[in-house]
């Protein structure tokens, strides 16, 4: 079974960054970063695939967040530029086995989830 563990997320001002880090136990096909803010949805933020295609982005995301991996020591990052008081939210690492790395519907691999904060 795969285990995720994610790093701790802080607290930042607006336009500040952040990266955070999720550490693996077993590769699987699709690693992502999800997002929970109270009241509302959970968001699928960045997708990255282990072999191939290029990375997935939610439109909120697309120019100031980056999702990176490391396969040697099993971890996956994202990187948050510019951050902005709407990005406050509760972030989870996910994996997936599927092929299809932007179906999110189909992450059942989770962390327990890092807090995030930015500050007007």
């Known amino acids: 079974q795969v285990q995720l563990v994610e790093s701790r997320g802080g607290s930042v001002q607006a336009g500040g960054s952040l990266r955070l880090s999720c550490a693996f136990t077993w590769r699987v096909n699709c690693m992502a970063w999800f997002r929970q803010a109270p009241g509302k949805e959970r968001e699928g933020v960045a997708v990255i695939a282990s072999i191939g295609n290029s990375p997935y982005y939610a439109h909120s995301a697309k120019g100031r967040f980056t999702i990176s991996q490391d396969k040697g020591l099993n971890m996956v990052y994202l990187q948050m530029n510019s951050l902005k008081p709407e990005d406050t939210a509760m972030y989870y690492c996910?994996?997936?086995?599927?092929?299809?790395?932007?179906?999110?519907?189909?992450?059942?691999?989770w962390g327990q989830g890092t807090q995030v904060t930015v500050s007007s």
């Open positions: 996910a994996a997936s086995s599927v092929l299809q790395c932007s179906a999110l519907d189909f992450y059942n691999i």
